[in-house]
Nanobody, 125 residues
């Protein structure tokens, strides 16, 4: 089992940057693939990015490709989401999630077994 705790959210102006962190408990972090999702008010939770257990493979939603970067440091049990060129439509609660195997349905939130509590990102225009 793994517990996840996000941090790094906040208020930023459009065009600015934020880096989210997700710290995981447990010594098996390196065996999990990790994902970032977001949920805006009144909307469904949507996929943002995912990374394989080794970090060699990364995947992005079209809406964030070229602006966001997912990475991980298995020695620190942490996954990151660097967000650049932020837009007002990026405003949402951001969640990290863990799954043992990153299958082809990696964009589906129901495929992930463990979730953090979320961190709010607000982008002002």
């Amino acid at each position: 089992q793994v517990q996840l705790l996000e941090s790094g959210g906040g208020l930023v102006q459009a065009g600015g940057s934020l880096r989210l962190s997700c710290a995981a408990s447990g010594r098996t972090f390196g065996r999990f693939c990790m994902g970032w999702f977001r949920q805006a008010p009144g909307k469904e939770r949507e996929f943002v990015a995912a990374i394989s257990w080794s970090g060699r493979s990364t995947y992005y939603a079209d809406a964030v490709k070229g602006r966001f970067t997912i990475s991980r440091d298995n020695a620190k049990n942490t996954v990151y989401l660097q967000m650049n060129s932020l837009k007002s439509e990026d405003t949402a609660v951001y969640y990290c999630a863990a799954v043992s195997i990153l299958g082809t349905d990696y964009q589906n939130p129901s495929m992930y077994n463990y979730w953090g509590q979320g961190t709010q990102v607000t982008v002002s225009s």
